[in-house]
């Protein structure tokens, strides 16, 4: 089955920078797109950032545009997401998603069926 691990965060101050990381295995077939969202309790989900599989065309979030930097390693079946500039707003859980047809905006919860465990970024 497929399984996603997040790994990279942490604790840091304003300004500083954190590079989360998603290992992918037990893939049977070959995603479209790889995403990152991030949730605060009581807020609903938001994508952060997403990057496709097929020709690595990468899509942000406004609020994050220009500090964070999606990429990938295909190799190592490893999503990165490199965080600069860290603002106490973007403390939150981080979790990396992998999506399947039907195939609906990057952003778009829906389109992604597995999701990691999340792994927690928090800024001061």
């Known amino acids: 089955h497929v399984q996603l691990v997040e790994s990279g965060g942490g604790s840091v101050q304003a300004g500083g920078s954190l590079r989360l990381s998603c290992a992918a295995s037990g893939y049977t077939y070959s995603p479209n797109c790889m995403g990152w969202f991030r949730q605060t309790p009581g807020k609903e989900r938001e994508g952060v950032a997403a990057?496709?599989?097929?020709?690595?065309?990468?899509y942000y979030s406004p609020s994050v545009a220009g500090r964070f930097t999606i990429s990938q390693d295909n190799a190592k079946n490893t999503v990165y997401l490199q965080m600069d500039n860290l603002r106490p707003a973007d403390t939150a859980m981080y979790y990396c998603a992998a999506d399947t047809p039907p195939y609906g905006t990057w952003d778009d919860e829906e389109r992604y069926t597995y999701w990691g465990q999340g792994t927690q970024v928090t800024v001061s």
């Open positions: 990057i496709s599989m097929v020709d690595g065309s990468t």
